[in-house]
T-cell receptor
């Protein structure tokens, strides 16, 4: 089955700096890669996604890149703000089955 | 409602009792998932339903755990003879089959076994 690895497990950045979270996957059949943000005590929420036929997608301060050859994808957050502090999960999907990374706890220091 | 709905929001039960957790997926979503999240931990896959296909039960931690989905919509996760290690937040999510799309999560049920 698919195996998704996510790094780093914790990340602290100064407000205004960029944050990058990286994930790798093992199954080349994975064709959809969503990212979730989970604030403390709340449900995971989908913030951005990318399909396998696209190399990069951007939505305001967040962007995701996908390298199918290397089987890795990354989340980039620019101009970080305190409200970006949360746990972020990547996932790889085959069909409708999702395989989640172990999460990255991001802290933005004011 | 427009989102995934779970009930109850919180459940405190005595060790050894059975509990049932309910999930109402987004209308029209054919895929439904149950995950477990312990405090400060990641998402542990439990079970996945896709339409009328046999569910993927590979994540269920023991035979005390079972789930069903009636009429392709509402799902119930049942935990028999609860143990303290079952204490966690149980998250349900649903997804549309029409093309790859994200799974949308409910607010979860926080289960505490005392």
């Amino acid at each position: 089955g698919e195996n998704v690895e996510q790094h780093p497990s914790t990340l602290s950045v100064q407000e205004g700096d960029s944050a990058v979270i990286k994930c790798t996957y093992s199954d080349s059949a994975s064709n959809y890669f969503p990212w979730y943000k989970q604030e403390l005590g709340k449900r995971p929420q989908l913030i951005i996604d990318i399909r396998s036929n696209v190399g990069e997608k951007k939505d305001q301060r967040i962007a995701v890149t996908l390298n199918k050859t290397a089987k890795h994808f990354s989340l980039h957050i620019t101009e970080t703000q305190p409200e970006d502090s949360a746990v972020y999960f990547c996932a790889a999907s085959i069909g409708n089955q999702f395989y989640f990374g172990t999460g990255t706890s991001l802290t933005v220091i004011p | 409602g427009a989102g995934v709905s779970q009930s109850p929001s919180n459940k405190v039960t005595e060790k050894g009792k059975d509990v049932e957790l309910r999930c109402d997926p987004i209308s029209g979503h054919t895929a439904l998932y149950w995950y477990r999240q312990s405090l400060g931990q990641g998402l542990e896959f439990l079970i996945y339903f896709q339409g009328n296909s046999a569910p993927d039960k590979s994540g269920l931690p023991s035979d005390r755990f079972s789930a069903e989905r009636t009429g392709g919509s509402v799902s119930t996760l049942t935990i028999q003879r609860t143990q303290q290690e079952d204490s966690a937040v149980y998250l349900c999510a649903s997804s549309s089959r029409t093309g790859p799309s994200g799974a949308f999560f409910g607010q979860g049920t926080r289960l505490t076994v005392v």
